[in-house]
């Protein structure tokens, strides 16, 4: 997985799995704990996410909304929209509305 910070903004390249969490909730906290604001999550280049990464973006999440802040998440499959969905963690990410093509 690569990870790699722009400004307020998480770009993730590859598997979002159990294997890459530890790292991706080490940049990700780090970017929070700068306070610039909202931070946004990119997972427009993430091939796979498991159960175990959508924890990571709910407590994130929710220590975000504690804080008075959001966070953000952008680049959403349809098939990663419906999972969410389905599991209910929906109402604990917030998803960048899909921009029509």
């Known amino acids: 997985m690569e990870v790699r910070v722009d400004g307020r903004r998480l770009v993730l390249v590859g598997y979002f799995d159990v294997r890459s969490t530890s790292v991706v909730r ?40 504690r804080q008075g802040r959001s966070l953000v998440v952008r680049g959403c499959s349809p098939a990663l929209r419906r999972v969410l969905a389905l599991t209910r963690m929906r109402r604990l990410i917030h998803l960048e509305r899909a921009v029509p093509a």
């Open 26 to 65: 080490e940049a990700l906290y780090d970017l929070m704990g700068r306070g610039l604001g909202d931070v946004v999550v990119d997972l427009t280049d993430v091939l796979a996410v498991d159960v175990t990464a959508l924890r990571v973006l709910a407590a994130a999440s929710r220590t975000m909304e």
